[in-house]
């Protein structure tokens, strides 16, 4: 059994929708890109934003995620970084 759930990281995710808004994840195959593109970008070299607790970069990714560390944005919304 994975910990934290899909379910769990939907509900993260999609935390700080404001309701009436359309949600920012809606399936289980959203976290799953998601969170293999953040493993993916480990592996080639980005810094863990969070104290990973399993070398594996999916485990990593998967904590990022979790404690809302990274953030999913669509295709056409542009990362602002401060």
């Known amino acids: 059994m994975l910990h934290p759930s899909y379910t769990d990281l939907m509900e993260v995710v999609n935390s700080e929708v404001e309701p009436g808004e ?29 104290n990973p607790t399993c070398p594996k970069p999916l485990s990593i990714a998967i904590d990022e995620l979790y404690k809302s560390k990274v953030k999913i944005v669509n295709d056409d919304e542009e990362i602002k970084e401060n």
Request: hydrophobic share 40%; proline share 3%; net charge positive.
């Open 22 to 50: 359309e949600k920012v994840v809606n399936s289980r195959y959203s976290i799953v890109l998601a969170t293999s593109k953040r493993a993916r970008q480990i592996i080639g070299g980005s810094e863990p934003l969070a």
